[in-house]
């Protein structure tokens, strides 16, 4: 008996450890959910996959852009004829990396509304909906867990459910986002740049090929003067809008004079009418005031002909300049000569197909490198998120916390005395 006696405390001080273990671990957890309801307040995760995606969106807007300058310098190139009698078109052949081109405009478009509508589901679940029913089924996970409640499964899958809509998009695209500068944004950048040189390079034989009847500095000088004449027009324009105020406001002056007059002559009696020595001042002084306001009107008209004339004459020089410079007053021969001399050129087509070759590879690798970045990682990381939202959902270990296996939670803290 007194061995029973001796023994008894053993248990209970057992009981009193594991208690205090499940605590701690409980109090760990709390500061786990709360710790999550905090980031999810404080929105720095949201700001810094924002930046990224937006980031994402101008690189693939510039693709896109490149994409779009490729298309049209070799669509120029292919429009260009060459021949006597019979027109032939040498830029044909670039008719296979033009469809290239074209499917590498479409992969942009759809990497480009695939990260707009990740930016629209960041805009979502960051707005103050999710963050409320977060902090609310949070505070019910504390709460229930514990008060020890059987409902703390439950407050657990909910707690979980509702960080899912909030984290789980986000999380999934901030480590897409990490993975992309850690090893894709320095490909990217490099056959970026080679795609934009080649899109340059392309549309400057185009213009070339267009307009290889100018010199260099001639063409420099008719864009100069072009330039003139298109600050010249504003000037004239902004003038001609201060013109026709001034038109506006010299006939409502006409009119008010008029009408005044008008009105003084309707009160003058028959016999002041029929008096042809009657005289009136105030009727005087507004008929000078008429034909002087008169004189203003036509004044303010014909300078607004004038800058009428000044403009239409600006624009005909406009219309001679850009004729000048896409080539249409020039002869059938001259055009003819400068078309078979532009193949002669350094960007002939033999420069052109090398160009291109180079330019192709660049091309493939950012269309593979766009399908990577804007779905591929994205959608694989969404499945690993999943995997692990279906683990975290059921978790056996807040029923555990709540009500331990084997733990009697009204064992009384402190020894009691044996009878």
Not at 147 to 176: D, H, Y
Not at 313 to 322: F, G, K, N, P, V
Not at 378 to 383: A, I, M, Q, R
Not at 399 to 419: F, W
């Amino acid at each position: 008996m007194p061995d029973a006696a001796s023994s008894s405390p053993r248990p209970r001080r057992s009981w009193r450890v594991r208690l205090a273990r499940l605590d701690r671990r409980r109090g760990l957890l709390t500061l786990l959910v709360a710790a999550i309801v905090a980031m999810s307040w404080l929105d720095v995760i949201d700001r810094a996959t924002q930046n990224q995606v937006q980031s994402a969106t101008t690189q693939a807007l510039l693709a896109f852009a490149a994409a779009r300058g490729l298309n049209a310098g070799i669509s120029v190139l292919q429009s260009t004829e060459v021949g006597v009698g019979v027109s032939t078109h040498p830029f044909e052949a670039l008719d296979p990396f033009n469809d290239l081109v074209e499917d590498y405009a479409s992969v942009m478009k759809l990497a480009i509304g695939s990260l707009i509508g990740q930016t629209v589901l960041l805009e979502i679940t960051a707005t103050a909906l999710f963050k409320i029913a977060l902090s609310l089924a949070g505070l019910a996970l504390v709460a229930s867990l514990w008060a020890r409640s059987r409902a703390t499964p439950w407050a657990w899958k909910a707690f979980a459910l509702i960080g899912l809509g909030r984290f789980l998009l986000l999380l999934t695209l901030l480590a897409s986002s990490l993975v992309d500068q850690a090893f894709l944004d320095q490909r990217t950048a490099t056959n970026m740049a080679e795609v934009k040189g080649l899109a340059e390079e392309v549309q400057a034989t185009s213009s070339t090929e267009a307009g290889s009847h100018l010199s260099p500095q001639e063409r420099q000088r008719l864009d100069a003067e072009a330039t003139r004449l298109d600050e010249q027009r504003q000037v004239v324009r902004e003038s001609l809008v201060e013109a026709n105020r001034g038109v506006a406001m010299a006939e409502d002056g006409v009119d008010q004079t008029r009408g005044r007059l008008g009105i003084m002559k309707a009160r003058l009696s028959l016999a002041q009418r029929l008096n042809p020595f009657h005289e009136d001042p105030e009727i005087e002084r507004l008929e000078a005031a008429l034909v002087g306001k008169r004189r203003v009107l036509e004044t303010r008209v014909s300078e607004r002909e004038a800058l009428l004339g000044q403009l239409g004459a600006i624009d005909r020089q406009r219309e001679t300049l850009r004729r000048r410079l896409a080539g249409e007053d020039e002869s059938l021969l001259e055009s003819l000569g400068n078309r078979l001399a532009s193949l002669t050129d350094s960007l002939s087509l033999a420069a052109i197909h090398s160009r291109i070759e180079t330019g192709t590879s660049a091309i493939l690798n950012l269309m593979a490198l766009f399908v990577l970045r804007t779905l591929v990682l994205p959608l694989l990381f969404l499945w690993l998120g999943l995997k692990l939202f279906k683990g975290l959902y059921r978790s056996p270990v807040p029923r555990r916390l709540a009500t331990p296996q084997g733990v009697n939670p009204t064992l009384p803290t402190r020894e009691s005395s044996p009878p």
